[in-house]
T-cell receptor, first 115, second 114 residues
Framework: DAGVIQSPRHEVTEMGQEVTLRCKPISGHNSLFWYRQTMMRGLELLIYFNNNVPIDDSGMPEDRFSAKMPNASFSTLKIQPSEPRDSAVYFC?????????????FGPGTRLTVT | AQSVTQLDSHVSVSEGTPVLLRCNYSSSYSPSLFWYVQHPNKGLQLLLKYTSAATLVKGINGFEAEFKKSETSFHLTKPSAHMSDAAEYFCVVLSKTSYDKVIFGPGTSLSVIP
């Protein structure tokens, strides 16, 4: 299995630009999570999908952030407009709680730098 | 409400000596507990998990953890530290409510001194 795939691995953009991060979960997994990691705040859960439906988006910082999961094999996290404080590593993870396999499998992350 | 406390933000040990990373949790339900490791500039990797079977759980790379309900603890141990163990370690609790939700601890940074 290829594991969770994220793209791009690194993104550098200017303030005000739109940024789209992409994630392909492990095939067969029906839960998908987006996290943000910074030195100041640690690892934060942004949003959680189950069967392509957003279940908990209470961690999404503000309206500039949006996430979609149009099908079971693809999700996006969009920031528009981006700001320097959005600079962080964004992780995607997937799991399959339906069969009691609750552990999450993490992708390699996307390092975002907003200048 | 669920929560996870990692008592030490940083632990430093000498190579070949035991490792102890502490974790305490709070949960209204019988929890599932995990330890993840994150090496520098890498994603998170599952070390081990407890899901209400044996209370002593063995994981990868010689790590193990013991679930102690009376102490609400799930401390991570390893008999002999290796240089490659230097990383960030996260204790995680999952408490089943209407939907599965995972709570990450703040992390413990482990340094291994040659």
């Amino acid at each position: 299995d290829a594991g969770v795939i994220q793209s791009p691995r690194h993104e550098v953009t200017e303030m005000g630009q739109e940024v789209t991060l992409r994630c392909k979960p492990i095939s067969g997994h029906n839960s998908l999570f987006w996290y943000r990691q910074t030195m100041m705040r640690g690892l934060e859960l942004l949003i959680y999908f189950n069967n392509n439906v957003p279940i908990d988006d209470s961690g999404m910082p503000e309206d500039r952030f949006s996430a979609k999961m149009p099908n079971a094999s693809f999700s996006t996290l969009k920031i528009q407009p981006s700001e320097p404080r959005d600079s962080a590593v964004y992780f995607c993870a997937s799991s399959f709680p339906g069969q009691g396999v609750y552990e999450q499998y993490f992708g390699p992350g996307t390092r975002l730098t907003v200048t | 409400a669920q929560s996870v406390t990692q008592l030490d933000s940083h632990v430093s040990v000498s190579e070949g000596t035991p490792v102890l990373l502490r974790c305490n949790y709070s949960s209204s339900y019988s929890p599932s507990l995990f330890w993840y490791v994150q090496h520098p500039n890498k994603g998170l990797q599952l070390l081990l998990k407890y899901t209400s079977a044996a209370t002593l759980v063995k994981g990868i790379n010689g790590f193990e953890a013991e679930f102690k309900k009376s102490e609400t603890s799930f401390h991570l141990t390893k008999p002999s530290a290796h240089m490659s163990d230097a990383a960030e370690y996260f204790c995680v609790v999952l408490s089943k409510t209407s939907y599965d939700k995972v709570i990450f601890g703040p992390g413990t940074s482990l340094s291994v001194i040659p």
